[in-house]
């Protein structure tokens, strides 16, 4: 006797909540797909000078080694696109540097070689696709994009990036 007491007790709770849900009136949307905006890489022209020894700031790369990482302070834009784009120079125990001119994509973790120095004038590669810059603490584009350049998958502003590269925490903070 209590089973059907109870199964009509639930019957009618039941009954009463989608007669609720029957008798809301409000505004029925039909679904769609959420609207995306197509991504538009902005025109990118490296800058008309080399790095000047005094713009360069030094970061650390887990294998350093014999090499030393250097971002030109002086050149360092976030575009229209959301791409920061910045000189970067490698430069050997002996003295041989390469000078690139480099963009980075906070929002994809992406990175794209726009021009390399050479003989004093920057030369755009034939090929320069986004590639992907995985989280690697050995990789000087990783430790430069993860540690200084973005917060998240937003790009930090220019003098933020600076104040980083000058003045890094260290690691057990």
Known sequence: MHAKCYSCAVSVVVLTLLSACANNKGPVREWREPETTKWEEADTTPPTALPLDADLIEFDVQRRGQTAFF????????????????????????????VTYEGFRCETSENRLYAIASEGQWSIP??????????????????LMHDFLCKDASPRAPDEIIQKLRYPKPDWQ
Not at 71 to 94: M, N, Q, Y
Not at 126 to 142: G, I, Q, Y
Request: net charge positive.
């Open 71 to 98: 971002v030109d302070s002086a050149h360092i834009e976030i575009g229209s696109d959301g791409v920061t784009r910045l000189p970067l120079v490698s430069r050997s125990s002996r003295g041989a540097a390469v």
């Open 126 to 143: 034939r090929t320069n696709p986004w590639r992907t810059v995985a989280l690697n603490s050995f990789d000087p584009k990783s430790v």
